[in-house]
């Protein structure tokens, strides 16, 4: 027990030097077209659970209901549950900030018009999901770290309404939408 503990803050230090790293190297820009074509959501779910609302974007954009991919962040879960949104935890953490998790790896595989980040407190696995995702263009609050995101939104978490409003100015000044 005692070592499992150890090995777990060993590879906690790591993805927390990992992160930094990658924080401080420039984001790889995507050669994708104008226009939002696929979407990504990274949800805090112990903060904000209700994730159906994430697919009026499709509508809002004109997606596909395929297009919008949602993986969701507890910081603990039972595996035996059934989750309506795809899920990863604090347990998930491997070795220099790896992810191992079946779920993280599917969304991880993709590339996305635009991410959203939707959590508001740091979170070394939040941070590490929104850091690997290939995005072009990165949408989340101001509370966390302003090198993670392309758009910063200064709107409550829980007013989706007025964050959805306030998303689609940017796009539509950006030439996006």
Same mark, same amino acid.
């Given at each position: 027990?005692?070592?499992?503990?150890?090995?777990?803050?060993? @590879?906690?230090?790591?993805?927390? @030097?990992?992160?930094? /790293?990658?924080?401080?190297?420039?984001?790889? +820009?995507?050669?994708?077209?104008?226009?939002?074509?696929?979407?990504?959501?990274? +949800?805090?779910?112990?903060?904000?659970?209700?994730?159906?609302?994430?697919?009026?974007? +499709? %509508?809002?954009?004109? !997606?596909?209901?395929?297009? +919008?991919?949602?993986?969701?962040?507890? %910081?603990?879960?039972?595996?035996?549950?059934?989750?309506?949104?795809? &899920?990863?935890? %604090?347990?998930?953490?491997?070795?220099?900030?790896? &992810?191992?998790?079946?779920?993280?790896? /599917?969304?991880?595989?993709?590339?996305?018009?635009?991410? &959203?980040?939707?959590?508001?407190?740091?979170?070394?696995?939040?941070? #590490?999901?929104?850091?690997?995702?290939?995005?072009?263009?990165?949408?989340?609050?101001?509370?966390?770290?302003?090198?993670?995101?392309?758009? &910063? !939104?200064?709107?409550?978490?829980? %007013?989706?309404?007025?964050? @959805?409003?306030?998303?689609?100015?940017?796009?539509?000044? #950006?030439?996006?939408?």
């Amino acid at each position: 027990m005692f070592l499992k503990g150890l090995k777990d803050k060993f @590879k906690y230090k790591s993805g927390l @030097k990992f992160l930094k /790293e990658e924080l401080d190297n420039p984001q790889q +820009v995507l050669k994708r077209s104008k226009g939002i074509k696929s979407l990504g959501c990274i +949800v805090d779910l112990d903060k904000f659970d209700d994730t159906n609302k994430f697919f009026e974007f +499709v %509508d809002e954009f004109a !997606l596909r209901p395929q297009a +919008v991919k949602i993986i969701g962040y507890k %910081d603990y879960y039972d595996k035996n549950s059934p989750y309506a949104t795809p &899920i990863f935890s %604090d347990k998930d953490l491997g070795w220099n900030g790896a &992810i191992e998790n079946s779920y993280a790896l /599917e969304f991880l595989s993709r590339e996305y018009d635009l991410l &959203i980040n939707y959590f508001t407190e740091e979170n070394l696995l939040l941070q #590490l999901m929104s850091i690997k995702t290939r995005a072009r263009i990165r949408v989340g609050f101001e509370e966390v770290d302003e090198k993670l995101n392309d758009i &910063i !939104l200064k709107t409550p978490m829980d %007013d989706f309404k007025t964050f @959805k409003k306030e998303l689609q100015k940017y796009l539509v000044v #950006l030439n996006e939408v």
